[in-house]
């Protein structure tokens, strides 16, 4: 029996005594890094990938890795399987039955073969799906226990997964060895040791088994302060295909499927300690650290000008922590000229948000951002200790009506522990009120370490659960066809508004208010679809998402009303009829347009004697929501009739 208590290895004698059968195999320096599918085995649909609807990141991680050991004589090949997957199965007969497992297997093997010296496999958690020993066949398991079974070397563990399962990936001898958090010392440090360079610092966070028994190792905690440049890095990958088979976001989607694409970062961490945010407790500190400007934008430019890349994201989680390091960037992409485009899809800090920042986003590329808003109630905005007040954010959202250009989507949450239905309902009311393009809610989920039971599958039936999506969680609820078909119950939307405000929220109605948030709040009162609207951004935004979710007849239904709004009727047409399509399939998505009185919006198609707005709008206040949804766009129509008479 595997022992469940960590010991904090004090020297580095269990670390080395670990090391010792490896160090006597005498390895090549030669370091393999492997990328693990981010899309969802269980629900793979072709459509989908033709659409370039899953996500293709360039693996920074990995190359950021790579650059840290150069110093050790190692030479590192990134393996990136989520890309060689998808661009195997992009050239694969849709109508032909594929075993993912085995594609995924393929491509691993044939690297394996034609690479018999490399022996240290880094393996990194990029999946989309945490709950790793929940599901029947996790790819990131399936490609450690592969490895694991070859006995060709170490297998290393690392990425957000890993650390927190570090101790059941050990103890159940998945991997040697795993690594927690940001990881360049780390892996640098254990490389030293294995290859018996002389080492400086002792690092914690490396996990392995000593015996029967689980160690984490003790050392440093100091956070990793990167500054090399991965411009060597790119010389094996070919990022100007990723786009090609993917997509990073709905705003890379947005600027375009055919723009060739890439990450960049400049901050890592955050200053802030939000509660329910992870990255605090992953980073192990709130302390944030820069990238050199200028190293960045040479890869910038390398990536602009060799590499023919025209659109990038940021990975930052805090992109505006050093105000004069952001202004410098942006202004030298102005100055560059490199026609590119730029979006922040992880998120901005909205209160640094002031007119010569935005101007200069503007100038320099920018076509969206994300700010994160999470609650519409200010007691729960203390209590989870977000930078940010309702009056502050009400002045932000005015500050952003002045950049129509800007598609900017809010971040909310909702369920936190203990919070009541009038707080949701406070963050519905405030979602409508700010206005924004999009409003993503997200409903909140501890990520924790597995239980060891479902580990051991000693308990069949926690193990038999479905994948979990985070990102965006609940979209996979009601967004794919594939899962909304169940026959579980759906709420009305009256119903949901008849909730017991001082009540405590139930865990089940959780996803019911998610359908209605977002309804309600992206489609039924779009700002996009009100006279004076950017309804080309809209447009152009769902037609992203409906990359992702190509049976959705929400998307298709409001892409219609889209186009009946710009004049395309041809268009709208397509759309709608796509619409009648998708509900007959479909009878959870007949229930829902039902609940929500969609019915009446599909039946007043085309519209026109009325101002498609209002009659949304209309159909809200008949859900008898706890405000007043008239109250609420009053004031913006006589704003946009005022705009109209001073034109
Ligand atoms: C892009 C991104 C994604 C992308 C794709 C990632 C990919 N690899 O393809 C997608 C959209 C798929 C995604 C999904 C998820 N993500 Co994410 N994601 C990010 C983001 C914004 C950037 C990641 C990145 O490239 N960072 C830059 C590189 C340099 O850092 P890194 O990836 O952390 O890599 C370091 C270590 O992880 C480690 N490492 C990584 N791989 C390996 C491999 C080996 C062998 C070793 C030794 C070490 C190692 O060393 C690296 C260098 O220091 C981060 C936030 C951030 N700014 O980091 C969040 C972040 C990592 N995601 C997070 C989460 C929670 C998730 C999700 C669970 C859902 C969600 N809410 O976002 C899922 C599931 C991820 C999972 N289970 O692994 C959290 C993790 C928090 C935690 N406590 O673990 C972060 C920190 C965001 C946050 N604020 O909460 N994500
Ligand atoms: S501001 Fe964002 S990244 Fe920073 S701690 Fe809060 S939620 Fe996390």
């Known amino acids: ?59 920074r991680s990995l190359q950021c890795l790579s650059v840290a050991v150069k110093d050790l004589g190692v030479q590192t090949d990134i393996l990136d399987l989520n890309f060689r997957m998808l661009e195997t199965l992009m ?11 085995k594609v995924l297997i393929g491509i691993l093997d044939e690297y394996l073969e034609n690479n018999p010296e490399v022996n240290i496999f880094g393996v990194s958690t990029g999946v989309i799906v945490p709950n790793i020993f929940r599901v029947e066949r996790h790819p990131f398991l399936e490609v450690l226990s592969h490895l694991m079974a070859k006995g060709r070397g170490l297998v290393l563990a690392g990425g957000p997964c890993a650390t927190i399962e570090a101790r059941n990936l050990v103890q159940g001898k998945w ?42 190792s003790s050392g440093s905690t100091a956070m990793v302060d990167f500054k090399g440049s991965l411009i060597d890095t790119y010389a094996g990958l070919p990022v100007e295909k990723y786009h090609s088979i993917g997509c990073l976001s709905p705003f890379s989607r947005m600027a375009g499927t055919e723009k060739p694409y890439a990450s960049l970062q400049l901050i890592r961490g955050c200053r802030m ?58 202004q030298k992409l102005v100055d560059a000229d490199l026609k590119v485009s730029w979006a922040a ?13 935005l101007e200069l986003m503007a100038k320099s590329g920018c076509v969206g ?20 007040t309702k009056g502050k954010l009400r002045g932000i959202s005015k500050r952003l009506k002045q950049y129509p250009e800007f598609f900017v989507v809010g971040l909310y949450m909702l369920g936190f522990v203990g919070e009541t239905y009038r707080q949701m309902f406070d963050t519905l009311e405030f979602a409508i009120e700010l206005d924004l393009s999009w409003s993503h809610f997200c409903v909140y989920q501890e990520m924790e370490e597995t239980d060891l039971k479902v580990v051991s599958r000693l308990d069949s039936n926690t ?46 109605v959780k996803q019911e208010l998610w359908f209605a948030f977002n309804l309600i709040v992206n489609y039924m009162c779009n ?30 239904l409001f892409l219609s009303l889209g186009y009946l709004v710009t004049g395309d009727r041809r268009q709208a047409d397509l759309q709608f009829d796509r619409t009648i399509e998708n509900l007959a399939d479909s009878e959870y998505w007949r229930n829902r347009f039902e609940g929500y009185e969609l019915n009446r919006v599909m039946g007043a198609y085309p519209f026109e004697n009325c101002v498609i707005s209002d009659f949304l709008i209309d159909i809200v206040s008949g859900y008898s929501p706890p405000f007043s949804i008239h109250h609420q766009f009053k004031s913006d129509k006589i704003e946009h009739l005022d705009a109209v008479a001073s034109a």
């Not at 659109?311 to 410098?328: G, K, N, T, V, Y």
């Not at 899809?345 to 920042?357: E, F, M, Q, R, S």
């Not at 999506?469 to 008849?498: H, I, N, Y």
């Open 1 to 59: 029996m595997i022992s469940r208590q960590i010991e904090l290895a004090g020297p580095d004698t269990k670390l080395n005594q670990f090391l010792a059968p490896f160090i006597e195999k005498q390895f090549e320096r030669r370091l393999v890094l492997i990328h693990c599918p981010t899309f969802n085995f269980e629900s793979f649909q072709f459509e989908v990938l033709k659409n370039r609807g899953y996500y293709a990141y360039p693996p």
């Open 91 to 101: 050239s694969m007969d849709p109508n032909v039955s594929v075993d993912l497992y």
């Open 175 to 216: 991997a040697h060895v795993g690594f927690k958090g940001e990881a360049e010392d780390r892996l640098h440090y254990f490389l030293g040791l294995l290859f018996g360079e002389k080492t400086t610092t002792r690092m914690s966070g490396i996990c392995f088994l000593a015996g029967d028994q689980y160690v984490e």
């Open 273 to 330: 300690s939000c509660t329910f945010c992870g990255l605090t407790q992953y980073r192990g500190s709130n302390e944030v650290c820069q990238y050199p400007t200028d190293i960045l934008f040479d890869e910038i430019v390398y990536l602009a000008k060799q590499r023919g890349i025209r659109h990038f994201e940021w990975l930052d989680e805090d992109l505006l922590a050093d105000r004069s390091a952001i202004l410098e960037v942006l």
């Open 345 to 357: 899809d992880i998120g901005l800090i909205a209160v640094y948000l002031d007119k010569p920042l």
């Open 369 to 388: 951002f994300r700010i994160g808003v999470e609650s519409g109630n200010e007691e729960m905005l203390r209590k989870i200790k977000k930078p940010a």
């Open 463 to 508: 193990r038999h659960t479905e994948y979990k999506d985070w990102l965006p969680s609940t979209q996979k609820v009601v967004g794919s066809s594939a899962v909304g078909g169940g026959s579980q119950k759906t709420w009305s939307a009256r119903e949901l508004f008849q909730l017991p405000g001082e009540s405590v929220h139930a865990v089940e």
């Open 527 to 556: 700002k996009n679809l009100r006279p004076g609207g950017n309804t080309d951004h809209l447009i152009r935004w769902l037609l992203g998402l409906q990359m992702t979710y190509p049976h959705h007849p929400v998307m298709s």
